[in-house]
């Protein structure tokens, strides 16, 4: 079984910036791996994902939020930047292995507020 550990969650003010990692317990072939986040009241989305070497991010967050990831190691980061209080939301890591199995993490707070 694979856990997905997150760290990097926290309080910022608006216009900060804030990164967020994700480790797996241990290695495997991941064919995606990215970050989701749900705010209250609302469903989960997608904030940004790697397929294969791609990278994918939602309108809402592109130039602003930057995803890097090291496949061998199945580590991926979410760099966040000029954040607002419509990023505020549990942000979620997610790896799917190459065999379809979807892995997530425990998710992260993240509060941007004054």
């Known amino acids: 079984q694979v856990q997905l550990v997150e760290s990097g969650g926290g309080l910022v003010p608006p216009g900060g910036s804030l990164t967020l990692s994700c480790a797996a317990s241990?290695?495997?072939?991941?064919?995606?791996m990215g970050w989701y986040r749900q705010a209250p009241g609302n469903q989960r989305e997608l904030v940004g994902i790697?397929?294969?070497?791609?990278?994918d991010y939602a309108d809402s967050v592109k130039g602003r939020f930057t995803l890097s990831r090291d496949f061998a190691k199945n580590t991926v980061s979410l760099q966040m930047s000029s954040l607002n209080t419509d990023d505020t939301a549990v942000y979620y890591c997610?790896?799917?292995?190459?065999?379809?199995?979807?892995?997530w993490g425990q998710g992260t707070q993240v509060t941007v507020s004054t």
């Open positions: 997610n790896m799917k292995s190459v065999g379809g199995t979807n892995y």
């Open positions: 790697f397929r294969g070497s791609s990278a």
């Open positions: 241990r290695r495997f072939v991941a064919l995606n």
